[in-house]
């Protein structure tokens, strides 16, 4: 008998089959796992936003605000102590995002929502902002604005758990 060298026909059709499995179950997994990265970055720029707006008003001694977009924000510099709240200030900057985002609830709109910081830094527009969709595994999809900090979360339950 001879010396046979080689993969059978079944052999190889039965290793293809496991590669093309496999391939199918990381880009699966692929597909989700970038979803939950750009959803963790984009709250993590937010978060770094807000931050640079409220140190910005302690370092010019001036009032800053965000103004807040479903798909997007505006920071607003203000050159004077007369400028309405609403109306007033010179456009820095506008982001867009990719993830739209609402009030913790997931369903309040926050179209038009300002944050507003004084010359110290502080501020009274107190809110929880959500990052959507919640159901992904981002370890961060939410971020609390207080008075004096700023603080990122996990949404648990319709509520942002802080980490």
Known sequence: MKNRRG???VELI??????ATLLTIVTLDF?????KAQIERQTRELF?????????????KRRHKIVMQ???YTFFRFSSADESRTTGGTIVETRNVTYQMTKVNGTSSIADRIFEFDARGFTNDLDTIRVNPADTAAQV???VVHTARTN?????NNACVLK
């Open 7 to 9: 993969f059978s026909l």
């Open 14 to 19: 039965v290793v293809v089959a496991i590669i």
């Open 70 to 72: 479903p798909n997007g």
């Open 48 to 60: 770094a936003d807000l931050n640079k707006a409220r140190l910005d008003s302690v370092f010019m």
């Open 141 to 143: 999809d939410c971020i």
């Open 31 to 35: 597909s989700s796992w970038s979803r």
């Open 152 to 156: 990122l979360g996990k949404i648990e």
